[in-house]
């Protein structure tokens, strides 16, 4: 798990031609809004949607969430007019499609020539991204690597399924890299936004793997990933536990002890760390 400090569990996208949405998304209970100027857009109203999240972005109140913008691709798809066309700056800009480091250094190096200071967030999406993910999460600039499933599946030809057999490899690998270079690796969205069953479940596959955050598509899914992400209080007081413990070892200069009958290790007491470091992001681990 990465730590930024600040929390990343859930990761709404909001369409970026819709300036009452962007406000509204502001205001709710997700810990990043993506204000998208992708796929979300219509072609014929990609400079509407510039001007619509140039505006609200230059009026971010200031307890709202972490704000990022998905860009167009570099080139004839639009990404240059982006960042020509924006002038205020989000916390990071989501590079999509990111199939090696050279996508990402591009966008950083339009960046530097403009003096603006945003992240990024590379979207691992399809089978040469998957490939090259190591280099991708080790780009400059990268705060976070974000695992798009839906666009893999479409890249490989496969079938998708609620139990994402078909996509765990890329799955796992996407966090590995992101875990590797100590950056917060970002779970790929659950389509059905009305299944909450399936969104839970989906969301505890990503936290198994090691994932510090999920997309989300609509606001009714952030609460159900937030609570998800977010340490329950036996988690947390295990946690205590073990930390305690471990300090009392090291003071004894013991290598292994022993927390509730159980015999803890190096790998536990990171395991500790890792529940700390979220609940202190959420904001329920009070001290210590």
Same mark, same amino acid.
């Given at each position: 798990?990465?730590?930024?400090?600040?929390?990343?569990?859930?990761?709404?996208? %909001?369409?970026?031609?819709?300036?009452?949405?962007?406000?509204?998304?502001?205001?709710?209970?997700?810990?990043?809004?993506?204000?998208?100027?992708?796929?979300?857009?219509?072609?014929?109203?990609?400079? %509407?949607?510039?001007?619509?999240?140039?505006?609200?972005?230059?009026?971010?109140?200031?307890?709202?969430?972490?704000?990022?913008?998905?860009?167009?691709?570099?080139?004839?798809?639009?990404?240059?007019?982006?960042?020509?066309?924006?002038?205020?700056?989000?916390?990071?800009? #989501?590079?999509?499609?990111?199939?090696?480091?050279?996508?990402?250094?591009?966008?950083?190096?339009?960046?530097?020539?403009?003096?603006?200071?945003?992240?990024?967030?590379? *979207?691992?999406?399809?089978?040469?991204?998957?490939?090259?993910?190591?280099?991708?999460?080790?780009?400059?600039?990268?705060?976070?690597?974000?695992?798009?499933?839906?666009?893999?599946?479409?890249?490989?030809?496969? %079938?998708?399924?609620?139990?994402?057999?078909?996509?765990?490899?890329?799955?796992?690998? #996407?966090?590995?890299?992101?875990?590797? #270079?100590? *950056?917060?690796?970002?779970?790929?969205?659950?389509?059905?936004?009305?299944?909450?069953?399936?969104?839970?479940?989906?969301?505890?596959?990503?936290?198994?793997?090691?994932?510090?955050?999920?997309?989300?598509?609509?606001?009714?899914?952030?609460?159900?990933?937030?609570?998800?992400?977010?340490?329950?209080?036996?988690?947390?007081?295990?946690?205590?536990?073990?930390?305690?413990?471990?300090?009392?070892?090291?003071?004894?200069?013991?290598?292994?002890?022993?927390?509730?009958?159980?015999?803890?290790?190096?790998?536990?007491?990171?395991?500790?760390?890792?529940?700390?470091?979220?609940?202190?992001?959420?904001?329920?681990?009070?001290?210590?």
């Amino acid at each position: 798990m990465a730590s930024q400090g600040r929390a990343r569990r859930s990761v709404l996208f %909001t369409p970026g031609d819709e300036t009452e949405m962007m406000r509204k998304a502001l205001g709710g209970d997700a810990d990043v809004v993506v204000f998208d100027l992708e796929d979300a857009v219509a072609p014929n109203e990609k400079d %509407t949607a510039r001007e619509a999240v140039d505006d609200v972005l230059g009026d971010v109140p200031e307890d709202a969430p972490e704000v990022w913008v998905r860009l167009n691709p570099l080139g004839d798809e639009g990404g240059s007019d982006d960042l020509d066309g924006i002038d205020a700056e989000p916390s990071c800009f #989501v590079v999509p499609k990111a199939e090696c480091a050279d996508d990402v250094e591009r966008v950083a190096e339009a960046l530097g020539e403009d003096g603006n200071g945003a992240g990024l967030v590379p *979207i691992v999406e399809n089978a040469a991204g998957v490939l090259n993910a190591g280099e991708v999460a080790d780009a400059p600039r990268v705060s976070a690597v974000v695992f798009g499933a839906e666009d893999l599946a479409a890249d490989l030809g496969a %079938t998708r399924t609620d139990e994402c057999d078909e996509v765990m490899y890329a799955r796992q690998k #996407v966090v590995t890299a992101a875990t590797a #270079v100590g *950056i917060d690796g970002i779970d790929t969205l659950w389509t059905g936004f009305r299944d909450e069953e399936g969104l839970r479940d989906d969301t505890e596959r990503g936290i198994g793997l090691g994932y510090d955050g999920k997309l989300a598509i609509h606001p009714a899914q952030v609460g159900i990933i937030n609570d998800a992400f977010t340490p329950d209080e036996e988690a947390i007081d295990r946690a205590r536990r073990v930390l305690e413990a471990k300090r009392e070892a090291d003071e004894a200069r013991k290598g292994v002890f022993e927390v509730d009958g159980e015999m803890v290790d190096a790998p536990l007491v990171e395991q500790a760390r890792t529940v700390r470091e979220r609940a202190r992001a959420a904001g329920v681990w009070s001290s210590g």
